[in-house]
Protein backbone atom coordinates (compact mmCIF):
# COMPACT_ATOMS: atom_id res chain seq x y z
CA UNK A 1 0.00 0.00 0.00
CA UNK A 2 1.06 3.57 -1.13
CA UNK A 3 0.80 5.32 2.32
CA UNK A 4 1.95 8.36 0.87
CA UNK A 5 -1.22 9.59 -1.04
CA UNK A 6 -3.11 9.39 1.85
CA UNK A 7 -3.66 12.51 4.25
CA UNK A 8 -4.24 10.81 7.40
CA UNK A 9 -5.28 7.21 9.32
CA UNK A 10 -8.90 8.43 8.98
CA UNK A 11 -8.25 8.10 4.70
CA UNK A 12 -7.34 4.53 4.81
CA UNK A 13 -9.45 3.44 7.67
CA UNK A 14 -12.61 4.81 5.93
CA UNK A 15 -15.22 7.11 6.50
CA UNK A 16 -18.27 6.62 8.64
CA UNK A 17 -20.93 5.81 6.81
CA UNK A 18 -24.24 4.02 6.18
CA UNK A 19 -23.58 1.62 3.30
CA UNK A 20 -21.24 -1.39 1.95
CA UNK A 21 -18.50 1.17 0.22
CA UNK A 22 -16.13 4.27 0.69
CA UNK A 23 -15.84 4.99 -3.28
CA UNK A 24 -19.64 3.70 -3.99
CA UNK A 25 -21.67 5.54 -1.04
CA UNK A 26 -19.69 7.74 1.35
CA UNK A 27 -18.00 9.16 -2.00
CA UNK A 28 -21.50 9.03 -3.79
CA UNK A 29 -23.31 10.89 -0.98
CA UNK A 30 -20.76 13.88 -0.47
CA UNK A 31 -20.57 14.15 -4.94
CA UNK A 32 -24.76 14.26 -4.19
CA UNK A 33 -24.14 17.07 -1.40
CA UNK A 34 -21.43 18.82 -3.27
CA UNK A 35 -23.40 19.38 -6.29
CA UNK A 36 -26.75 20.69 -4.31
CA UNK A 37 -24.66 23.06 -2.32
CA UNK A 38 -22.92 24.24 -5.95
CA UNK A 39 -26.29 24.60 -7.48
CA UNK A 40 -27.94 26.52 -4.43
CA UNK A 41 -31.06 25.17 -3.77
CA UNK A 42 -33.47 22.56 -3.85
CA UNK A 43 -33.89 20.94 -7.52
CA UNK A 44 -37.32 20.00 -8.93
CA UNK A 45 -35.30 17.31 -10.78
CA UNK A 46 -32.33 15.38 -11.02
CA UNK A 47 -30.58 13.11 -14.17
CA UNK A 48 -28.43 11.62 -12.48
CA UNK A 49 -25.92 10.25 -15.54
CA UNK A 50 -23.54 7.41 -13.85
CA UNK A 51 -20.50 6.29 -15.63
CA UNK A 52 -18.36 2.17 -16.18
CA UNK A 53 -18.27 0.99 -12.23
CA UNK A 54 -21.11 3.39 -10.65
CA UNK A 55 -23.22 2.07 -14.05
CA UNK A 56 -22.22 -1.27 -13.32
CA UNK A 57 -23.38 -1.68 -9.48
CA UNK A 58 -25.33 1.69 -8.55
CA UNK A 59 -28.31 -0.02 -7.01
CA UNK A 60 -26.46 -3.32 -5.41
CA UNK A 61 -23.91 -0.77 -3.54
CA UNK A 62 -26.24 1.59 -2.63
CA UNK A 63 -24.69 4.44 -4.82
CA UNK A 64 -28.17 5.64 -6.03
CA UNK A 65 -29.66 6.18 -2.49
CA UNK A 66 -26.41 7.76 -1.49
CA UNK A 67 -26.21 10.34 -4.56
CA UNK A 68 -29.91 11.18 -3.91
CA UNK A 69 -29.01 11.45 0.01
CA UNK A 70 -26.31 13.66 -1.00
CA UNK A 71 -28.98 15.81 -2.64
CA UNK A 72 -31.06 15.94 0.39
CA UNK A 73 -28.20 17.33 2.16
CA UNK A 74 -27.24 14.49 4.08
CA UNK A 75 -23.96 13.27 5.41
CA UNK A 76 -22.59 9.81 4.26
CA UNK A 77 -23.50 8.37 7.88
CA UNK A 78 -26.94 9.64 7.98
CA UNK A 79 -29.52 6.90 9.34
CA UNK A 80 -32.03 8.69 6.73
CA UNK A 81 -29.74 7.66 3.76
CA UNK A 82 -31.42 4.28 3.56
CA UNK A 83 -35.17 6.19 2.81
CA UNK A 84 -33.57 9.08 0.73
CA UNK A 85 -35.62 7.78 -2.56
CA UNK A 86 -38.64 7.69 -0.21
CA UNK A 87 -37.80 11.41 1.26
CA UNK A 88 -36.95 12.71 -2.36
CA UNK A 89 -39.87 11.52 -3.45
CA UNK A 90 -42.11 13.09 -0.82
CA UNK A 91 -39.93 16.15 -1.35
CA UNK A 92 -41.12 16.72 -4.77
CA UNK A 93 -37.98 15.80 -6.56
CA UNK A 94 -38.17 13.82 -9.53
CA UNK A 95 -35.28 11.65 -10.24
CA UNK A 96 -33.81 9.84 -13.01
CA UNK A 97 -30.70 7.35 -13.14
CA UNK A 98 -29.46 6.79 -16.24
CA UNK A 99 -26.80 4.46 -16.94
CA UNK A 100 -23.89 4.94 -19.52
CA UNK A 101 -22.40 2.71 -21.81
CA UNK A 102 -19.28 5.12 -22.76
CA UNK A 103 -16.18 5.28 -20.80
CA UNK A 104 -14.99 8.17 -18.12
CA UNK A 105 -11.88 10.03 -17.08
CA UNK A 106 -12.35 7.57 -14.12
CA UNK A 107 -14.55 4.58 -13.10
CA UNK A 108 -16.61 6.42 -10.42
CA UNK A 109 -17.99 9.13 -12.42
CA UNK A 110 -21.47 10.64 -12.07
CA UNK A 111 -22.60 13.79 -13.84
CA UNK A 112 -26.03 15.42 -12.14
CA UNK A 113 -28.25 17.67 -14.33
CA UNK A 114 -30.30 19.18 -11.67
CA UNK A 115 -33.13 21.35 -12.66
CA UNK A 116 -35.43 24.27 -11.20
CA UNK A 117 -37.82 26.00 -13.21
CA UNK A 118 -35.53 27.58 -16.30
CA UNK A 119 -32.05 27.20 -14.03
CA UNK A 120 -30.16 24.70 -14.67
CA UNK A 121 -26.42 22.83 -14.18
CA UNK A 122 -24.59 19.81 -14.54
CA UNK A 123 -22.36 19.03 -12.10
CA UNK A 124 -19.73 15.69 -12.15
CA UNK A 125 -18.04 14.30 -9.59
CA UNK A 126 -15.40 11.53 -8.84
CA UNK A 127 -15.22 9.19 -5.95
CA UNK A 128 -11.57 8.61 -5.82
CA UNK A 129 -11.95 6.31 -2.70
CA UNK A 130 -11.88 6.42 1.15
CA UNK A 131 -15.01 8.84 1.35
CA UNK A 132 -12.68 11.34 -1.10
CA UNK A 133 -14.00 13.23 -4.32
CA UNK A 134 -13.31 15.26 -6.75
CA UNK A 135 -15.17 17.64 -8.99
CA UNK A 136 -13.99 17.56 -12.73
CA UNK A 137 -16.89 20.01 -14.54
CA UNK A 138 -19.37 22.44 -13.98
CA UNK A 139 -22.23 22.61 -16.53
CA UNK A 140 -19.70 21.32 -19.22
CA UNK A 141 -16.52 23.63 -17.90
CA UNK A 142 -13.34 21.41 -17.04
CA UNK A 143 -12.50 22.37 -13.42
CA UNK A 144 -10.57 21.10 -10.68
CA UNK A 145 -11.55 20.77 -6.84
CA UNK A 146 -10.13 18.52 -4.78
CA UNK A 147 -12.88 19.77 -2.11
CA UNK A 148 -9.69 20.13 0.48
CA UNK A 149 -8.69 23.62 0.12
CA UNK A 150 -11.33 26.59 0.86
CA UNK A 151 -13.04 27.79 -2.30
CA UNK A 152 -15.86 30.21 -3.20
CA UNK A 153 -17.54 29.36 -6.56
CA UNK A 154 -19.40 32.13 -8.52
CA UNK A 155 -21.68 31.51 -10.99
CA UNK A 156 -21.98 34.42 -13.26
CA UNK A 157 -23.39 36.29 -16.37
CA UNK A 158 -20.05 37.06 -18.55
CA UNK A 159 -19.82 41.00 -18.27
CA UNK A 160 -16.11 42.92 -18.28
CA UNK A 161 -15.37 43.42 -14.69
CA UNK A 162 -16.80 40.79 -12.89
CA UNK A 163 -13.47 39.03 -11.91
CA UNK A 164 -12.30 42.48 -10.38
CA UNK A 165 -15.35 43.02 -8.84
CA UNK A 166 -15.11 39.30 -6.80
CA UNK A 167 -11.09 40.13 -6.44
CA UNK A 168 -11.92 43.21 -4.51
CA UNK A 169 -14.62 41.98 -2.41
CA UNK A 170 -12.20 39.07 -1.34
CA UNK A 171 -9.20 41.24 -0.62
CA UNK A 172 -11.39 43.71 1.27
CA UNK A 173 -12.28 41.39 3.56
CA UNK A 174 -8.50 40.15 4.37
CA UNK A 175 -8.82 36.74 2.72
CA UNK A 176 -5.86 35.77 0.24
CA UNK A 177 -6.64 34.07 -3.12
CA UNK A 178 -4.95 31.21 -3.91
CA UNK A 179 -6.00 30.14 -7.87
CA UNK A 180 -8.17 31.25 -9.63
CA UNK A 181 -10.30 29.78 -12.75
CA UNK A 182 -12.26 31.42 -14.93
CA UNK A 183 -14.35 29.73 -17.55
CA UNK A 184 -17.04 29.93 -19.90
CA UNK A 185 -18.27 27.83 -22.70
CA UNK A 186 -18.71 31.44 -25.19
CA UNK A 187 -19.11 34.61 -24.99
CA UNK A 188 -22.02 36.17 -23.85
CA UNK A 189 -22.77 32.93 -21.89
CA UNK A 190 -23.07 32.61 -17.95
CA UNK A 191 -19.57 31.84 -16.88
CA UNK A 192 -17.92 30.13 -13.55
CA UNK A 193 -15.61 31.55 -11.32
CA UNK A 194 -13.53 28.95 -8.91
CA UNK A 195 -11.67 31.10 -6.16
CA UNK A 196 -9.45 28.97 -3.78
CA UNK A 197 -8.28 30.90 -1.05
CA UNK A 198 -5.66 30.85 1.29
CA UNK A 199 -7.73 31.83 4.61
CA UNK A 200 -11.29 30.64 6.06
CA UNK A 201 -13.98 33.20 6.23
CA UNK A 202 -15.06 33.88 9.66
CA UNK A 203 -18.50 33.89 8.53
CA UNK A 204 -21.35 33.96 6.08
CA UNK A 205 -20.52 37.70 5.52
CA UNK A 206 -17.90 37.65 2.34
CA UNK A 207 -20.20 34.77 0.61
CA UNK A 208 -23.37 37.58 1.04
CA UNK A 209 -21.60 40.37 -0.46
CA UNK A 210 -20.50 38.55 -3.23
CA UNK A 211 -24.36 37.47 -4.00
CA UNK A 212 -25.02 41.33 -3.66
CA UNK A 213 -22.88 41.88 -6.94
CA UNK A 214 -24.49 43.01 -10.01
CA UNK A 215 -24.83 39.99 -12.43
CA UNK A 216 -23.96 37.28 -9.89
CA UNK A 217 -26.34 34.17 -10.03
CA UNK A 218 -25.18 32.22 -7.01
CA UNK A 219 -22.07 32.04 -5.22
CA UNK A 220 -21.07 28.43 -2.89
CA UNK A 221 -18.44 28.18 -0.51
CA UNK A 222 -17.00 24.94 1.36
CA UNK A 223 -13.79 24.04 2.73
Given amino acids: MDFLKYRSVFDIIGPVMVGPSSSHTAGAARIGKVSRM?????????????????AKTYRGHGTDIALVGGL?????DDPQLADSLKLAYEAGIEVLFVPKKEKAQHPNSVTMHLKKGNYKMSVTG?????????????????????????????????????????SSVISN??????TVTMT?????????????????????????????LEHVLSVTYFD
Fill in 184 to 212: RQKKGDSGILVLEVDDKPTDDSTKEKLRA
Fill in 126 to 166: ISIGGGNIQISELDGFSISLSMGTPTFIVVHEDVRGLLAQV
Fill in 72 to 76: LEMNP
Fill in 173 to 178: DDINIG
Fill in 38 to 54: IFGEKPDSVEIDLYESF
